[in-house]
């Protein structure tokens, strides 16, 4: 029985009838085959998320990210007139990386005037240009013009710093994001610099933990330990139901409700949560950031609590009620392994009981995070058994079957057999065609 | 002459009887956690039964302060409640130092909150 009104075909998935119902096969989770393909149709192609504006504040100040999927460095660097540039972390003279620090596979930042190779001394300017050759006459005809950096198109959405390692792209970012990013674009996450950022190594395919976030059909179950017990039988009777569903090309958000900042009835929480005035959905007492834009809250619902954006790949972006903001970044090193990240962004704290509260938001999710995480472990070792191979979805998973779906039609389509090759992830008939 | 100087203590006067536990007032989130995993329950559980009491009284007396101007005893103090909230799972949730179901897995603060 739906406490939220669905769509007039009946439910949110056959308002996509491109998406199907039938059982989904997660063969795209465990073939290393098909994430080469995606490394090259997806990884090398797409605009991907990978800092904030705040990260780079003046002339000089770059970060570097390794994109492993990828397999390159990026160093993204604000250049003397002020714009961002971002080159591949690379040494026009013999190759080595040209910014580390320590480890060379580890990722850094900081600020300088010039970038210098460790290995011979080249010198590169903020704009990416050759300065300097170490005995430059011992080398034959060398035109420093010649040997600039590689450079990578770089923009900027809303303060994140996005990337294109496709030198033939032509699809601008705003493009690409759409009306899913240009109804976010608007939310003053420049005012929430109060940031902490969390990672963690997943033993599990990507996709397989973007699913456990665009989901909250699992929420009362598996983390019921962590509500005082009558709240979690109380949140298990009730189930999920999100408020609002929408997909727009490969990118897809989920609206939800979330009456517990703060909650009706006090004595339902943990006592820090009462002491602190925060907890799961952040703290109790929300700063004044002006009107939400109206990409958020998109049913205008008056229960209204949370939205998750999914950016194609592999970008997510969380909106609360109380006024923060939270991403998730899912870095693939292999088909069943990936780097996870996850920050959160606040108002700065004016007190230490705001302080506190943050402290208290950010704790609750790591506790979150790492039980999702293991979960997803289990779950890939026993999908790589190919014990079962077909599995039902509910209304509310519809995200993971446009998220299969997406990364399909962009291999396919990359590849060229989009027309000979109909995609139809959900249905029966290619559940039947990949059986025989 | 008192024997506590201002070098003895490492908390604010008020919170003399929270000076047994001031090894928990560490600055990095990861310390903090690194701590609780390598607590005994009976370890936190008495951590918890001093500290929470006077938590009312803890965010009191640091509101005095602007946040980027406490003195150190009062930043060990905030460091100290910061720890207080990473026990509060153990204590009140889990029964246990680390996550149920969590397993060897392990998520690391790469960039602390500004404190
Ligand atoms: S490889 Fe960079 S200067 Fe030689």
Redesign the interface.
């Known amino acids: 029985m739906a406490h939220f009104a669905k769509p007039a075909e009946g439910s949110w998935t056959e308002h996509y009838p491109e998406l199907g119902t039938g059982p989904v096969n997660y063969e795209d989770s465990i073939s290393p085959a098909w994430y080469e393909r995606e490394r090259d149709a997806i990884f090398t192609r797409t605009w991907l998320s990978i800092g904030r504006v705040e990260q780079l504040p003046r002339v000089g100040s770059y970060f570097t990210k390794e994109i492993h999927a990828a397999r390159t460095s990026i160093v993204v660097v604000r250049a003397a007139d002020g714009s961002l540039r971002a080159f591949h972390n690379m040494c026009r003279h013999r190759g080595n990386k040209l910014v580390w620090q320590d480890f060379p596979r580890e990722e850094t930042s900081g600020t300088c005037r010039q970038f210098t190779c460790k290995y011979h001394g080249w010198r590169y300017d903020l704009e990416g240009q050759l300065t300097f050759i170490q005995q430059e006459s011992e080398f034959f005809d060398v035109d420093k013009a010649d040997y600039p950096l590689v450079g990578v198109q770089v923009d900027v959405w809303a303060g994140f710093i996005f990337v294109n390692l496709d030198a033939g792209n032509t699809t601008s970012l705003r493009e690409f994001l759409a009306e899913l990013g240009a109804g976010l674009e608007d939310y003053p996450f420049d005012k929430m610099t109060q940031v902490t950022t969390y990672r963690a190594e997943i033993a599990s395919n990507w996709k397989l933990f973007i699913d456990a976030f665009m989901e909250f059909y699992h929420a009362p179950v598996l983390h019921m330990k962590q509500a005082v017990s009558e709240e979690s039988s109380k949140l298990a009777s009730f189930g999920y139901e999100g408020l609002h569903y929408e997909i727009k090309g490969p990118h897809g958000m989920i609206s939800s409700w979330g009456g517990m900042s703060p909650p009706k009835d006090l004595s339902m929480v943990k006592p820090v949560e009462r002491a602190l005035r925060s907890g799961l959905f952040g703290p109790w007492d929300a700063p004044d950031i002006g009107e939400l834009p109206p990409g958020v809250n998109p049913s205008q619902s008056r229960v209204w609590g949370e939205d998750s954006f999914l950016f194609f790949p592999n970008f997510m972006v969380l909106i609360w009620k109380p006024n923060w903001y939270l991403t998730y970044h899912y870095w693939p090193t292999s088909h069943n392994t990936h780097t996870f990240e996850c920050s959160l962004g606040f108002v700065p704290p004016r007190n230490a009981r705001e302080r506190l509260a943050q402290e208290l938001a950010a704790s609750t999710f790591k506790e979150y995070s790492l039980q999702d995480g293991n979960t997803l472990e289990a779950t890939q070792t026993a999908l790589e058994s190919r014990v079962v191979t077909e599995f039902p979805l509910c209304d509310q998973e519809i995200m993971i079957r446009h998220l299969h779906k997406a990364v399909r039609d962009a291999v396919l389509a990359h590849e060229g057999r989009a027309s000979e090759t109909p995609v139809r992830v959900g249905s029966r008939p290619s559940s039947t065609a990949a059986r025989a | 002459m008192s024997i506590r100087t201002a070098n003895t203590t490492m908390l604010p006067f008020e919170f003399a009887d929270l000076e047994p536990f001031a090894d928990w007032a560490l600055p990095l989130?990861g310390q903090r956690?690194a701590k609780r995993l390598t607590s005994s329950m009976d370890e936190l559980q008495a951590f918890y039964d001093a500290a929470?009491p006077r938590?009312?009284d803890?965010?009191a007396y640091?509101?005095r302060y602007p946040?980027n101007a406490l003195p150190v005893d009062a930043s060990r103090l905030?460091w100290l409640?910061?720890s207080?909230?990473?026990v509060?799972?153990p204590i009140?949730?889990?029964h246990q130092p680390n996550?149920?179901?969590?397993?060897a897995?392990?998520?690391?603060?790469?960039?602390?909150?500004?404190?």
């Not at chain 2, 996550?99 to 397993?103: E, K, R, S």
């Not at chain 2, 392990?106 to 404190?115: A, T």
């Open positions: 989130e956690y929470f938590i009312d803890a965010v640091l509101d946040l905030l409640y910061c207080l909230v990473t509060t799972f009140e949730v889990w996550v149920p179901d969590a397993g897995s392990s998520i690391d603060c790469v960039v602390e909150f500004p404190s």
